[in-house]
């Protein structure tokens, strides 16, 4: 069985670690995160594409009998009041002028003007043009790290049981979306030690200041440390993998680990591919999954995508909706006669009363699983800019015996997330995995429902649009004069029509 990872091509680099599992939403990794950081004795680094101060970490009856403040400003100001050696560097993406309005403003000054002189916050706009800084990842202390989709902002917070109605989801005091992520967590000095190391690197590239650290002293976190409600994996190893044009920490420009890794492991699979993602318009990595459906010979494969029903927001319609919706239609097509089972769906959630939900579950999360030996998470979603010019980075775990350890706990993996989209407990399933989840989403029998895109106003746009030509959602370093000719050449008034319709018509 040919082994999917491969450093230098699809790997950063490989490390040791004592400990690592996957924290399932964010009710989940806010409270890891709130609990690690209370013991930090030394440094706390926290990169992300967006941090808000007043981002609630713990509620309800864990807020009431918390140790200290429960936003994230004022959580991280009182660990520096309280611990004199600790050092917090927070790095964010300085985003884009057309994310202001969403945005918590005069952040600088809110972050670190008002806080401990400990306490540091940069904005990071050293990325290539057209890009973003995507890295979500936590170190601490250089022995335990968190990475993956979910960042420390407003509008994450959920359970796993993704109510329609909750309480507590609220975010500046009013409710927001049902939101689904997936946090990694991983105890190692090797691997912690190589995110900080990259954390560094972006920190002098964005401020042009080198970052010093502590070395790791004695032990923060035990022998065996495990997140509360945390899904273990019984892995001894795990693979980093980046996105990032300019390749830091390392220099060597033009890293595509997270595309290639994509790529790889879907030619390798054998028996599975399952796929959280909260876009997929990637036309690598939708070609790798069309070749492989079309390839004979080998049992049938059973391919499983969850995603969001649609773009929630004009701007992900323009970047994403036409294009996901092409790679949907592809792909299903693709499917028709090979063999092989393709099902994609979206999820709604727990509903109170008749009739459907009227919103859907946010898929935001971005996991690919093969053949319950392989397990990827992190922040690259499948987009052409997520394997070309945003920075991403992912952990892979993979084991050449799906019935060892840890396949068994990929495995559990895998189901639990499945379980949870559909609203169940439990999950056993046979063989024919797809026609099963078909026949209970078509009676809507739990919360998983098949996808409806693309829909028929969708298909009369992709007849005269090609969306890979617009310049939203890049899979190379462009230049901008072919870009122009590009939209118009391809139809960007058919384009605009149908985003405009389809606004009149939520009205």
């Not at 049938?300 to 995508?305: A, D, F």
């Not at 053949?371 to 800019?385: E, K, M």
């Not at 009676?443 to 969708?458: A, F, M, T, V």
Request: charged letters at 30%.
């Amino acid at each position: 069985m040919p082994r999917i990872l491969s450093p230098g091509r699809n790997v950063w680099c490989e490390r040791p670690v004592q400990s690592a599992g996957l924290l399932i939403d964010g009710s989940d990794y806010y409270r890891a995160f709130y609990d690690a950081a209370l013991r930090a004795r030394r440094y706390i680094l926290l990169s992300g594409w967006q941090f808000d101060s007043d981002a609630c970490l713990l509620r309800g009856e864990e807020a009431e009998g918390a140790p200290g403040p429960v936003t994230l400003l004022k959580f991280l100001d009182s660990l520096c009041e309280r611990t004199p050696e600790l050092q917090i560097y927070i790095l964010a993406w300085d985003f884009h002028v057309v994310f202001a309005i969403e945005r918590e403003w005069l952040q600088k000054i809110v972050f670190e003007w008002t806080t401990n002189e400990r306490l540091r916050f940069r904005f990071d706009s050293s990325h290539v043009d057209k890009g973003c800084h995507h890295q979500k990842f936590a170190v601490i202390d250089g022995e335990l790290s968190f990475l993956g989709g979910l960042d420390l902002c407003n509008d994450r917070w959920d359970t796993r049981r993704h109510l329609e109605k909750n309480p507590l989801r609220l975010s500046r005091g009013e409710p927001h979306k049902p939101f689904h992520d997936v946090q990694a967590y991983l105890q190692g000095r090797e691997v912690s030690g190589s995110l900080a190391e990259l954390f560094t690197a972006r920190w002098s590239a964005a401020c042009g200041e080198p970052i010093e650290l502590p070395e790791p002293g004695g032990a923060t976190f035990g022998d065996d440390y495990a997140p509360e409600s945390a899904v273990r994996l019984a892995s001894r190893r795990v693979a980093l993998s980046r996105t990032d044009p300019r390749g830091a920490p390392t220099g060597v420009e033009g890293c595509r680990e997270v595309c290639e890794l994509y790529v790889d492991a879907i030619a390798l699979a054998e028996r599975s591919i399952y796929i959280e993602t909260q876009y997929f318009s990637s036309r690598e990595v939708s070609e790798a999954l069309i070749r492989r459906l079309q390839r004979g010979g080998g049992a049938p494969l059973q391919v499983v995508i969850v995603l969001n029903m649609r773009a929630e927001t004009l701007k992900e319609e323009v970047a994403v909706g036409l294009a996901q919706a092409k790679v949907i239609d592809d792909l299903r097509r693709a499917a028709e006669g090979s063999g092989h089972a393709l099902g994609i769906y979206y999820t709604v959630p727990a509903h109170e009363g008749e009739g459907e939900p009227p919103r859907a579950t946010y898929i935001h999360s971005k996991v690919m699983i093969v053949d319950d030996r392989f397990l990827n998470v992190g922040s690259a979603n499948l987009t052409n800019r997520s394997c070309a010019i945003d920075t991403e980075l992912n952990a892979s775990f993979e084991t050449e015996d799906p019935g060892d350890g840890l396949g068994r706990s990929i495995c559990a993996a895998r189901l639990g997330l499945m379980a949870e989209h559909l609203g169940v407990d439990d999950l056993r399933c046979g063989g024919d995995l797809v026609a099963e989840l078909d026949d209970r989403a078509g009676r809507r029998d739990g919360r998983l429902r098949i996808h409806p895109s693309p829909d028929e106003k969708q298909r009369a746009v992709l007849a005269v649009v090609d969306p890979q030509a617009l310049p939203f959602d890049p899979n190379a370093i462009e230049d901008d004069e072919e870009d122009d000719r590009s939209i118009f050449t391809h139809g960007l008034g058919a384009l605009w029509r149908r985003l405009v319709s389809d606004r009149d018509d939520r009205k």
